[in-house]
């Protein structure tokens, strides 16, 4: 009940595409959604984040759709560029908590 | 912008030998974190630590696994007697309390 599901594991797009990257939990508890960005030999650095009671926030060309009912959360890429190829990771944690808990990751890579 | 650095970024131990990792957090962070990342896997949460003591801690960290501020900036983990299974990538991260963490570049660690 503590995991946060992710797919696609990779995810290949052109320059200027859409890609959208899915992640689901179980426990209800979780009341905070960040989205990781991985370079590599980087650690991971926080990219948007949402809380349960917005269903849409969008920082720049990044956006998190939320549906609270279905357990689930996404992020889209607008107009995707070679720079963004790096490692996403979805996670959730409960206020209540310290540890935030990552989904497996999604490799994204954009080609020219 | 400020940083948390770690040092070593590769440390390779004989199994059953001691080993340190050393991360100096952000000046002005109040809670510190080791994570770590198994080659390929997710991000997984080791230990928090606030106000000199450890604030929550997953089932992976054993009696194996200490954690030590011993100055005012220095934030340590120490694993005791290292087995094959602890090769991984570690990151420390460090916050204010609210949410969004900051991540070091993490210590490779192989054992062998």
């Known amino acids: 009940q503590q995991q946060v599901k992710q797919s696609p594991q990779s995810l290949i797009v052109q320059k200027g595409g859409i890609p959208i990257i899915n992640c689901a939990y179980e426990?209800?508890?979780?009341?905070?959604f960040p989205w990781y960005q991985q370079f590599p030999g980087k650690g991971p650095a926080l990219l948007i984040a949402i809380r349960p009671d917005v269903s849409e926030k969008k920082e720049g060309r990044f956006t998190i759709s939320f549906n609270k009912s279905a357990k689930q959360f996404s992020l889209h890429i607008m107009d995707s560029q070679p720079g963004d190829s790096a490692t996403y990771f979805c996670a959730a944690k409960e206020t209540s908590y310290d540890k935030v808990i990552f989904g497996p990751g999604t490799s994204l890579s954009v080609i020219p | 912008e400020p940083e948390v650095t770690q040092t070593p970024s590769h440390q390779v131990t004989q199994m059953g030998q001691e080993v340190i990792l050393r991360c100096v957090p952000i000046?002005?962070?109040?809670?510190f974190y080791w994570y770590r990342q198994i080659l390929g896997q997710k991000v997984e949460f080791l230990v928090s630590?606030?106000?000199?003591?450890?604030?929550?801690k997953s089932e992976i960290f054993d009696d194996q696994f200490s954690v030590e501020r011993p100055d005012g900036s220095n934030f340590t983990l120490k694993i005791r007697s290292t087995k094959l299974e602890d090769s991984a990538m570690y990151f420390c991260?460090?916050?204010?309390?609210?949410?969004?963490?900051?991540f070091g570049s993490g210590t490779q660690l192989s054992v062998l």
């Open positions: 426990n209800t508890a979780f009341d905070y």
């Open positions: 630590f606030y106000n000199n003591e450890i604030s929550e």
């Open positions: 991260a460090s916050n204010r309390g609210n949410e969004k963490l900051f």
């Open positions: 000046s002005n962070h109040l809670y």
